[in-house]
């Protein structure tokens, strides 16, 4: 069983940058892939990034060039950094973990734990 602490979320302004933070305890996260995912109001929960257990790393077209999702295993970390932020990007990030390291995943519901969310919000 893995528990998930996200934080780093809060208010920003266009072009501005916010690195969101995700904390594991109960297992360590070598043997896991970790994505990050957001959810707007309204909207279902949408795929941002992934790291693999090899720190391969992939992302969705809205957010390439502008996020860099990274992990140190040692610390039980994985990490978002966002830079050039717009307002679109508002919503409720979350952290999450997949146990299945033969397939790399982009859809929620291949995820097996969860954090509890943190906002961020772009202000324009």
């Known amino acids: 069983q893995v528990q998930l602490v996200e934080s780093g979320g809060g208010l920003v302004q266009t072009g501005g940058s916010l690195r969101l933070s995700c904390a594991a305890s109960?297992?360590?996260?070598?043997?896991?892939?970790m994505g990050w995912f957001r959810q707007a109001p309204g909207k279902e929960r949408a795929f941002v990034a992934v790291i693999t257990w090899s720190d391969r790393t992939y992302y969705a077209d809205s957010v390439k060039g502008r996020f860099t999702i990274s992990r140190d295993n040692a610390e039980n970390m994985v990490y978002l950094q966002m830079n050039s932020l717009k307002p679109e990007d508002t919503a409720v990030y979350y952290c999450?973990?997949?146990?299945?390291?033969?397939?790399?995943?982009?859809?929620?519901?291949?995820?097996?734990?969860w954090g509890q969310g943190t906002q961020v919000t772009v202000s324009s």
């Open positions: 999450a973990a997949d146990p299945d390291t033969l397939t790399v995943y982009f859809t929620a519901h291949e995820y097996d734990y």
């Open positions: 109960g297992r360590t996260l070598r043997g896991y892939n």
